[in-house]
């Protein structure tokens, strides 16, 4: 029993801690600056300046925005079922940040004797993960919306939920063309084998658009916020939340936005390679250590196009209605991933 | 039917062919519109770090004047009050003492003078009635204020820096005007 302990690699721990650590502020500070750029972007595009007030450009607006949040009374409503009504923030925020695990940040540093690896879990199957856990996401909003004891919230609760579910038949259907190229579920692997060939973007375009368009979808964004159409169900499945349980809501959404953002550069835009340079010739020139801090500076700016991406198209469509959502989720985007599965399927066999 | 105006056009209720249906090159080209605004100008003034210039003949916040010698212009006839359409200006009257030439103009002045800037809708219609050239308004308008109270401009906010004894000021608030 001592030895087992003994022989348990401490050091990987406490290198998996730090690193869990790092992760989540970082995801919370980009979430956080996510609310700025967003507001900022919006106002460009509607020739606005956005805001501007607190400190050069606006930067500690969303400091402020917290501070306020975090100033507001805490309602609990008489009629809510108390213990899922505070659950539901908690599980929409904790699904969010648990898809981060698979990720592979960069490729590893070489410190102190040991390869650290910027992942925190590199398990085989990283794409079912991802999956289960975004599955998950929706009874952070489907609870909360439950929980409320209000029609609007439950109205648009059931919304949120039956767009997910339908869509990430979808996106399940694109992945599986991809994986079909890759013969891997884990995403280092799908990395390493973009940094020696093609990016995927470039064998799947239609898979990647397929996949684009469902992670609007998941992330609840617009044109597929119908969860949260306010001129129609006043706010949507968070109506009833107040301070900063309300905080959590909005944050898990562009947690999600950033983490989503994440696995499409991984699966589709090469993760953490860095374009037009081939980093194994890198790594000889300028050391380990230099090249894997590039990597994550290479995937950061791939995840900050993605992430203007949704901002972007935010701003510019408009809502579809729920018909019009279903038809394209179920009538449009299933037989097309079918079509791009069974495609790829016969390219891959005619290639032998 | 005759179109009221050039720019009429007839809603186009075709059904929407394959291309249409596609809906992705109008999405681009929804989205390039959206990007090509992210450049333009934009109106808006940061208004306490940069001031929009105004019109000379702009009404804004109104001003007791002084003659040269510093001397109260008004007389307290109350023209302005009758002329006021809101009902925004009050004054009280009072006669001027020996040994008071110096601080006001007539033998009549304004003891209280009183204008509520919440009423004044700024027509300048006090500053045409004034028969002894006693109240302009100025370029400036009302700062906010978090009482009702701190609307109602008395004479110590009305009036001018007096020429004689606070030159400085009066220089100041004179400023590029002549």
Known sequence: MHLTLLAFD???????????????????????????????????????????????????????????????EEIIPLSSSRFLFVLGPGLAMLTAMMTSAVVPWSSHFHLWGRDISMQIADVNIGILYIFGVVSMGVYGIMIGGWASNNKFSLLAAIRGASQIISYELAMGLSIIALLMITGSLSLKTIVEQQQVGHYYVLLQPLGFLIF??????????????????????????????????????????????????????????????????????????????????????????????????????????????????????????????????LATGAFILWRG | ???????????????????????????????????????????????????????????????????????????????????????AITMEAAERLPGEENLYREEKYAAKYEINMLRCIFCGLCEEACPKDAIYLSETFAPSNYTRKGFIYGKEELLIPDPVTQPEEFAKAKGQRH
């Not at chain 1, 700025?36 to 595009?45: D, L, P, S, T």
């Not at chain 2, 210039?53 to 007791?64: A, E, I, M, Q, T």
């Open chain 2, 1 to 87: 039917m005759q179109p009221l105006t050039s720019r009429a056009k007839a809603v186009d209720r075709k059904p929407m062919n394959l291309w249409e249906r596609m809906y992705i090159p109008a999405i681009a080209k929804g989205m390039s519109i959206t990007f090509g605004h992210m450049f333009k100008k934009k109106p808006t003034v940061n208004y306490p770090e940069k001031k929009r210039p105004f019109s000379p003949v702009f009404r804004g916040l109104h001003v007791l004047n002084r003659d040269e010698q510093g001397r109260e212009r008004c007389t307290a006839c109350g023209l302005c009050a009758v002329a006021c359409p809101a009902e």
């Open chain 1, 212 to 341: 684009l368009i469902c992670a609007f979808a998941e992330c609840n964004r617009t044109p597929f916020d119908l969860s949260e159409a306010e001129n129609e169900l006043n706010f949507g499945y968070h109506q009833e939340y107040s301070s900063m349980k309300l905080g959590f809501y909005l944050f898990a959404e562009y947690v999600n936005m950033f983490i989503s953002s994440a696995v499409m550069a991984t699966l589709y835009w090469g993760g953490y390679d860095i374009p037009f340079v081939n980093d194994a010739s890198l790594v000889q020139s300028m050391g380990q250590n230099p090249v894997a801090i590039l990597q994550v500076v290479s995937l950061f700016v791939k995840i900050v196009i993605f992430i203007f991406f949704f901002m972007w198209v935010r701003w510019t469509i408009p809502r579809f209605r729920y018909d019009q959502l279903m038809r394209l989720g179920w009538k449009v985007l299933i037989p097309l991933a079918l079509f791009n599965m």
């Open chain 1, 10 to 72: 401490w050091v990987l721990l406490l290198e998996k801690a730090v690193l869990i650590l790092i992760i989540i502020s970082v995801s919370l500070l980009v979430a956080m600056y996510e609310t700025w750029g967003e507001r900022k972007v919006a106002a460009f595009m509607q020739d606005r300046r956005g805001p501007n007030r607190a400190g050069p450009g606006g930067v500690f607006q969303p400091l402020a925005d917290g501070l306020k949040l975090f100033m507001k």
